[in-house]
C-alpha cells in the first residue's frame, strides 16, 4: 500500500468545482498523463498561480466545504493522482467526487470546519501533513510546531484504498 501525505496546497476557498480542478476541454485526452499540466488551471483563487512550480511538490490538499462540486468526472480525481497528490482534505465533499477518490485509491479526509480552519492556521509556513492511514490520523508540521488530528473513514472505503481502488478491489475478490 502507498504511503499518503506530502507537502501541502492549500485552497482557502468552499465550493471548488470539478471544472476547475479540470477542465471540461481536456476530457477527451486518453490518458491520464495528457492531463497533468492542466490541473486546477481555471481556478480563480486571490494569490493562487496554477503554473506556480510550488503546487507540482505537493502531495496533499487542503481546502474548505464542498470540495469537488459540479459534474461526476473521474477525471478531477485522475488529475490529482498524474500530480502526486493522494490526499484532499476538506470539511465536506461533493459525494461522487468523495466516492471518485477513494474508487482511485486516494484519500478523501472530512474534517470538522474547526479542524479545517486550524490546517489553515499552518498555511503561510512550508507545512507538511503525514497520515497514519492504520490509525486514522494525520500529523500537520512546519518548522517545530505540529498538530495531530483523527478522522473517519468507512471500512469498506478503507478496503478500497487498500487494494489500490476499485478495480484492484473487485480483480482480487470477484
Known sequence: MK???GKVLFLDRSDINTDEIIPA?????ISKEALKPHMLEDLKLGGFDPKDPKNQEAGVIVTRANFGCGSSREHAPWVFEINDINV?????FARIFRQ???NCGMLAIELSEADIDKLFGFRHAAARIDVDFENNSLTISSGNESSTFHYQIAEFDKALIKAGGW????????
Open 167 to 174: 478495480v484492484e478491489f473487485a480483480d482480487a475478490r470477484y
Open 3 to 5: 504511503s499518503f501525505g
Open 88 to 92: 484532499v482534505i476538506a470539511s465536506s
Open 100 to 102: 471518485n477518490m477513494f
Open 25 to 29: 476541454r481536456y476530457l477527451t485526452e
